[in-house]
């Protein structure tokens, strides 16, 4: 599968963007995704994912409350609504899919996207 993330910008802090992660070249809903994030100098980080069928969520402390992650698998897509952005949530933001059978809670992904830049002025 391919995956594809877009909607990065630059948006002032208090702001909010969502991230969109199309997949192609099989149907998306027989993968868990996830959205991890790297920020310069930092490792990286898994700040939401959501199960095959979208009935479980995870979020990391730092986004809990105010990142959403949801899919539509009708669509292929997979989403991140992030609201009261915070200068420190810039980074490059990448989408990721695991088989359904894998471990939901694993850090472990079997495809990626490439990322998309998230800045966050004060």
């Known amino acids: 599968v391919q995956l594809q993330a877009s909607g990065g910008g630059l948006v002032q802090a208090g702001g909010s963007l969502r991230l969109s992660c199309a997949a192609s070249?099989?149907?998306?809903?027989?993968?868990?995704m996830g959205w991890f994030r790297q920020a310069p100098g930092k490792g990286r980080e898994r700040v939401a994912a959501?199960?095959?069928?979208?009935?479980?969520?995870s979020y990391a402390h730092s986004a809990e409350g105010r990142f959403t992650i949801s899919r539509d698998n009708t669509e292929n897509t997979a989403y991140l609504q992030m609201n009261s952005l915070k200068p420190e949530d810039t980074a490059d933001y990448y989408c990721?899919?695991?088989?359904?059978?894998?471990?939901?809670?694993?850090?472990?992904?079997?495809?990626w996207g490439q990322g998309t830049e998230v800045t966050v002025s004060s």
């Open positions: 990721a899919a695991k088989y359904y059978t894998g471990n939901f809670n694993s850090l472990d992904y079997d495809y």
């Open positions: 070249g099989r149907t998306l809903s027989t993968f868990h």
């Open positions: 959501i199960t095959w069928s979208g009935d479980s969520t």
